[in-house]
């Protein structure tokens, strides 16, 4: 229902801005909502604000589960 | 030979403005101001023989085959974008519409609906693009038009053009003639016309480093008829993209088709701005990429071709033409999926959804 | 793409795949209810459903909230900017819906209309900010997820002190929309609808966090599995979902802790809750009325609030009749269901949302084209 996609922060600007990239793509988004947010994070983005942070352990976790079905996905660049 | 292009012929008290001079309706007119246009903006840029004669028409030799001829208006907003502008995507467009039908293109027309208060500036910089792609591509511009409308009934400019070009006999390339059995080839990466054009909306504003694909394709086709001169389509995917191209002639041809999505060149970034508008890469335009169907004996030869030209390096072979009456195109996902690549339902939106 | 391009992986796919074929009961049906629409759009787009054993059936939810507005907010919608002159900023999905009147704004945008697309709530904040002498309407929708980006919108409004934006609200909620469908004759008594478990929303769920849906997983004994965007995700929810059924449990279980905790995003939620009141009801389409389902915007910031700016008076309309969005969206049918899906009803010509939105089960099926007249594809050779 709500497109929304993993990008990383790569400088935070004035006025709860934040500039991120996926895939070499730049944007500015807001960061009001999420706390905290840090160059190198990885939020979720969606309708140009960020929703939440992107926790890199369970994200970890869950491709370990996965990894677990036998064949490992193509680890992450 | 008439005399030196580059000297503004006598008659004109006072050069044009192209720094900071507008767009007036006496530019339209037909008379001084008119004249004035012509002479000091698009024959300067465009100069040649035939706009040398001053005619309002072109003289031209009887080409050997048949003559093919093709039309296109350009109303792309922005005007200028990363890669190109509207000048040179109306000589590249129309140049590629003549030359997908295995035809040499060999003149060109170019008409100018202009809006009053268009800055002169802005025209010259078009038309100059316009004169370097169309030199680039050998590829004169012989004849044209210059109308103005009032301000506010145009979008700053609009480009009609026109190309005319010659098939030698034996070449037979058309929208009905893909075969089951048939390979299905690109030239190259999809959606990067579309994407550098979408940066640049308001709206939209994302930064990449995309840049329009926009370029004349007559000399790699011709290398591509060289190799595989059974070649039986060719197209160039613009507006709606590849999804569009390859179900117009599935329904031409009254074909299937079957690619792969994990043969589709796309770059990187195209998919991520893709992604985060909630598009589909297959359906966003290109100005520089050309889709051809072979039969499968010529396959090999005509990628191999495609390769060592600098416009075809990325090409790739990404599916068969398959019986089908229904005419659906369908793609096998990264997933090993199956799922129908449909046509473009009115325009391609951005999502939040 | 980091952290998209793992959770897409064909291998993996296959394996999972084939672990659920291997745990599914054979005679026995897994009917899964999808609610967001993201997730039907992923199921269709990766062709999931060729890699998943026939025991799972998949039902599509009203988790589309462009789906469920109902025709009568569009129509104000629509009168906002055609008879009130306001410049109408709407996020592009809504912008082909079908109204009354075979209008939609698009439609209303070609006859003259100020309607512009947005993507984000600051872009309609800005577009007000350049046009102080035109009123600005920011058309809301969504669920959740969207609407922390509107109540930011409102807040940044009232501390400039912008004097000419304004929101027409439509946002609703997604635990009111599970609870109506649970609860809806044919689940509940009659079973025609078979509800076995669900597949929860992703990115509302970042939101408002697991803990809302562990009333439905105890109250209707209903497994529920968060599951992340990403096909991978949605096959091993899947797999998650099929062994909660085979073990007899009706768990909340979060398969998409990268992004969800039971709590999920507080701050979010505080500033909603500054910004918005719950409505007493809301027309759904499909739904009808449902109770507390969707959020109006709170005294405090009435100056903002399109409705109490503007006369708008609403007016219920019925879908058209051959339409089954209704039904489709509360998981009764399927697009093939519909007499008029494919035919008079397609991408090009929509007659209800369902066939619009990009979420929408029509529009999904008809573009994926599931539908049964499509042939398999002899490989050729």
């Known amino acids: ?77 | 030979m008439s005399a030196d292009p580059k000297v503004v012929r006598r008659g004109y008290i006072r050069a044009l403005d192209l720094k900071r001079g507008k767009v007036e309706m006496s530019h339209g007119g037909g008379g001084r101001a008119m004249a004035q246009l012509i002479d000091e903006l698009f024959q300067l840029a465009f100069d040649n023989p035939w706009l040398r004669q001053a005619n309002d028409q072109a003289l031209l030799s009887r080409p050997e085959g048949r003559i093919v001829m093709a039309t296109d208006s350009h109303v792309v907003s922005p005007l200028f974008f990363p890669g190109g502008d509207i000048g040179s995507l109306s000589v590249h467009g129309t140049i590629n519409d003549v030359a997908t039908s295995g035809a040499r293109p060999l003149w060109l027309s170019a008409g100018f609906i202009l809006e009053e208060g268009f800055p002169l500036a802005d025209l010259k910089r078009i038309v100059d693009s316009m004169a370097a792609a169309a030199r680039a591509a050998g590829v004169p511009i012989v004849t044209g038009d210059t109308k103005v409308v009032e301000r506010g009934k145009g979008d700053g400019v609009f480009i009609n053009t026109t190309g005319v070009g010659v098939v030698p006999d034996g070449i037979e390339i058309s929208g009905h003639r893909a075969r089951p059995g048939d390979r299905i080839l690109v030239s190259g990466h999809l959606g990067d016309h579309g994407v550098a054009i979408m940066s640049l909306r308001e709206n939209l504003s994302f930064s990449t480093n995309i840049i329009s694909d926009s370029a004349a394709l007559h000399e790699l086709i011709a290398a591509m008829i060289r190799a595989a001169p059974d070649i039986h389509c060719l197209r160039d995917p613009t507006r709606g993209g590849l999804a569009s191209t390859l179900n117009e002639i599935a329904r031409q041809s009254g074909v299937g088709m079957a690619i792969r999505e994990a043969d589709i060149p796309v770059r990187e970034e195209v998919d991520a701005a893709c992604e985060l508008l909630g598009l589909d890469p297959l359906y966003v335009a290109n100005e520089g990429k050309v889709v051809a169907i072979c039969p499968a004996a010529s396959a090999d030869a005509l990628l191999a071709a495609m390769h060592i030209h600098p416009l075809g390096q990325d090409a790739a072979i990404i599916g068969e033409v398959v019986e089908d009456s229904h005419g659906f195109v369908q793609m096998e996902t990264s997933f090993g999926g199956r799922r129908n690549v449909d046509w473009l339902s009115g325009e391609q939106l951005p999502r939040i959804c | 793409m980091k952290y998209v391009d793992e959770f897409r992986d064909g291998k993996v796919a296959r394996n999972l795949a084939q672990s659920i074929a291997a745990e599914v009961q054979p005679e026995r049906r897994y009917h899964l209810m999808e609610f967001c629409g993201g997730h039907t759009h992923a199921i269709s787009r990766y062709g999931l459903r060729d890699l998943l054993p026939p025991e799972i059936r998949f039902i599509h939810g009203p988790g589309c909230p462009v789906c469920v507005l109902p025709i009568g907010r569009i129509d104000s919608a629509i009168e906002l900017a055609r008879d009130h002159g306001v410049i109408l900023c709407s996020y592009g999905d809504t912008l082909r819906v079908p109204a009354s009147e075979r209008m939609s704004l698009l439609r209303a945008k070609a006859e003259g209309a100020d309607i512009r697309m947005v993507y984000s709530s600051a872009d309609a904040l800005r577009i007000a900010r350049e046009h102080p002498e035109r009123e600005v309407v920011f058309f809301a929708i969504g669920f959740e997820t969207t609407t922390p980006p509107t109540a930011v919108a409102l807040r940044q409004a009232r501390a400039e002190g912008l004097k000419n934006f304004s929101v027409f609200a439509n946002h609703v909620l997604t635990p009111s929309a599970i609870q109506n469908i649970l609860e809806s004759p044919e689940v509940r008594e009659l079973g025609t609808v078979p509800l076995d478990g669900f597949i929860g929303p992703s990115h509302v769920s970042t939101i408002i966090g697991s803990r809302p849906y562990e009333f439905f997983a105890e109250e209707f004994q209903k497994p529920v599995v968060i599951a992340g965007f990403e096909p991978l995700d949605v096959l091993q929810s899947v797999l998650m979902l099929v062994r909660q059924l085979n073990e007899g449990r009706a768990e909340v279980e979060n398969q998409f802790s990268r992004a969800v905790t039971r709590e999920g995003n507080l701050k979010a939620q505080a500033m909603v809750a500054e910004v918005f009141e719950l409505r007493e009801r809301f027309e759904w389409r499909g739904l009808g009325e449902v109770p507390y389902s969707a959020l109006r915007i709170r005294e405090a910031f009435r100056d903002f609030d399109a409705e109490v700016r503007f006369d708008l008076p609403y007016r219920s309309v019925p879908d058209h009749k051959a339409c089954e969005c209704g039904t489709i969206l509360r998981g009764l049918k399927q697009p093939q269901d519909c007499k008029v899906f494919g035919t008079v009803c397609t991408p090009d010509n929509p007659l209800g949302s369902c066939m619009v939105s990009a979420e929408g089960a029509c529009a999904a099926y008809y573009t994926y084209g599931q539908f049964k007249g499509a042939q398999p594809v002899a490989e050729a050779s």
């Open chain 1, 1 to 77: 229902m709500c497109l929304a996609i993993p990008v990383k922060v790569i400088e935070l600007l004035a006025a709860d801005q934040a500039l991120v990239d996926v895939g070499g793509v730049r944007k500015e988004v807001d960061v009001s909502l999420v706390d905290g947010v840090q160059t190198g994070d990885y939020v979720i983005l969606h309708v140009g604000f960020a929703i939440n942070r992107l926790d890199e352990t369970e994200a970890q976790k869950t491709l370990a589960m996965l990894r677990e079905m036998g064949v490992a996905p193509e680890a992450a660049a």
